[in-house]
């Protein structure tokens, strides 16, 4: 039987085109073997898993990120693209959608603003943060993890760093979800992308108020940063301003949400491996980073190639996409020893959770510092963390993953 066919009879193999799988890890494992660089109906693309490859074609110019989201939305039938032209327009200014000249240019200014100062005067407050979630949550004895923490303190965080009113916090996390869900489905579906674009107004006039006041009247906060931020006489104009700032915040907090939930799951998985960070604390920088690989927050990311091309034996064409699964990636045998099992105090750890290259994660420091204190303060204050309901069922998305509800015994 042909490879395609072969795996297209694969259940796993199908719920993971689709964005419904619980566990894609045995389908990573038999893609890696079997079909490394293989052509996948369901994403319309190559879907890379080995290590190896994902490594390379992160660093590959002829791999670029420009046109992804054209190559997407293309499959959309004609009217709606037409329908969901400003949203097309909107997506173009996120910076992990430029390619340089542009992309450069843009990243050198919101660096300028977003500075290790930056971050790591964020520490007290998420510190406080974290205390003040567990401190409502023991009220009650229990919580459900996903929404009352993990989506909840990166919203806030990400809300405080760029100066968005934390009343406003509940609204931004229902936009973001919604343009999200719309990248998540394999092949688009048009009536997401309609409500993406809904979104993405919204969220654009919001963004747009923010900043308006701002420019009246700057504060301390990454929003002011980027209003002034300024390299060589050349500025954000405000059109890449507002794109920048919704982009922040969608990026910013999602993303997080997913690892705290994911390593919480993970622990909580390996019993033994929670106890010896309880004992031995210092290694929890190490423990987030294998969170990171173990369930990564991100299974992929999307490439096309800007010309023809051959990777590990296989010829892409241009213009044809790229699915590099940083997800199966962190999982080959070839690269870490034993991949399914956590070890928190694993080194080296080369991972590709945060991506590489010139699109390497701005918010790392940000989602890294957050998820030291967060699990820090988890681990101090409840003894005893014990999963109410181990039924977990997860999120529906090819690239974002993460259990969808997490109840938790506190006592
Ligand atoms: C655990 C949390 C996070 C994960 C796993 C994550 C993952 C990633 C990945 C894989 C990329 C590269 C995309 C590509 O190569 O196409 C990326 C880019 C980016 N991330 Fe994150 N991210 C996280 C948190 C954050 C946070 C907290 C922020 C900001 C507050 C942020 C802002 C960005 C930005 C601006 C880019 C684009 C960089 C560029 O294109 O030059 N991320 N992230």
Known sequence: MPVTQAFQNDP???????????????VY?????????????????????????????????????????????????????????PLREHYATWLVNLDPPDHTRLRTLVSKAFTPRVVEGLRGYIEQTSHALMDTARSTGQIEFVGQFAQALPAKVISKMLGVPPQDSPQFERWSQVISDFTGTGRPRPEMALAAQQAVNAMSQFVKQLTDQRRRQPCDDLLSGLVSVEERGDKLSEHELVGMCVFLLVAGHETTMCLLSNGLL??????????????????????????????????????????????????????????????????DPEQFHEPDRLDIGRTPNHHLAFGLGIHYCIGAPLARLEAQVAFKVLLQRVPNLRLLDPDVRWREHTSMRHPRQLHLALS
């Open 29 to 85: 494992r038999r893609l890696r073997d079997e079909d490394p660089v293989h052509w996948s109906e369901g994403f319309n693309g190559f879907l890379l898993t080995r290590h190896a490859d994902v490594y390379s074609a992160l660093r590959d110019p002829r791999l670029p990120s420009g046109g992804r989201l054209a190559s997407y939305m293309d499959q959309l039938p004609l009217t709606v693209q037409q329908e969901v032209q």
């Open 12 to 26: 796993d193999y199908t719920a993971l085109c689709c964005g419904r799988s619980a566990d894609p890890y045995a």
């Open 266 to 331: 993970a622990l909580l998985q390996f019993p033994e491996q929670m106890q010896r960070l309880r004992d031995q604390p210092e290694w929890m920088p190490a423990a987030v980073e294998e969170f990171l690989r173990y369930d990564s927050p991100l299974q992929h990311q999307v490439r096309t190639a800007r010309e023809d091309l051959e990777i590990s034996g296989t010829r892409i064409q241009q213009g044809q996409r790229v699915v590099l699964l940083l997800g199966a990636a962190n999982r």
